[in-house]
């Protein structure tokens, strides 16, 4: 049997988290427990934040559509997780929320979004990006929300990264070789940044850019040209398969 009960309702809260805590929920966390979830007084859910780990606590309902959470006890620590950007081309609303749940799914610490010369969404709603890493986070146990940083020009987006970040380059020019093989030969690294390009891939110029920086690996994701919302989780299962906290 899991030791993490996986059947348990999980909420995700800003409010600080500790034994016997109060934590005062919003008009629409209120209504999600109340009328979705049907919860009553003394009914238990767990809670997290990003940085307390995980609680377990029960419903104190303060009107019919009000109500708070008093904390109990810890039932999973805080942990650690990869040092792990991803920086995407935006893209339509239903494969950049279906990307964004899965890059939460598969543990990045980091979404940036990158505007390139062939980008066709140059408009990115970040709350709409956050409700759906909240989401995903909520039900696939994960205890800490990836930072989710303002969309910017590649250019600039590179320059931010530190010097010793191994960038990890999708490139669908690359040799078409064991992509795990390929990540070990670039050897240890301290943090890691998957970028991935437009459904028209990128310029010269910008392909230039990345290959520019002081450490990239370039990476083949097979024979067949992968959309972009695929070719974010298939790179991001060879990554932490390779270098990442699958191993």
Sequence with gaps: ???????????????????????????????????????????????????????????????????????????????????????????????????????????????????????????????????????????????ALPGIVPEARLPQALDALPADRLVVFCDEDAPVVDPVAALASAGPAVGFALVIGPEGGFDPSEREAILARPRVCRLSLGPRILRADTAAVAALAVLQSALGDWR
């Design 1 to 143: 049997m899991a030791e993490y009960d996986f059947a348990a309702q999980r909420l995700f809260v800003d409010s600080d988290l500790a034994a016997d805590a109060l934590v005062p929920l919003e008009r629409q966390a209120a209504h999600y427990l109340l009328s979705v979830l049907r919860l009553g007084a003394g009914d238990a859910i767990h809670v997290f934040n990003g940085r307390d780990g995980e609680w377990r606590a029960v419903v104190e309902p303060s009107g019919r559509k009000a109500a708070h959470l008093r904390v109990g006890s810890r039932v999973r620590e805080q942990t650690a997780r990869p040092d792990l950007a991803l920086l995407f081309a935006p893209l339509k609303h239903a494969r950049l929320d279906y990307m964004v749940q899965k890059a939460v799914e598969m543990g990045v610490s980091e979404l940036r979004p990158v505007l390139t010369r062939r980008t066709v969404a140059t408009r990115v709603n970040l709350e709409r990006m956050r409700a759906n890493a909240v989401e995903a986070a909520e039900q696939c146990g994960v205890l």
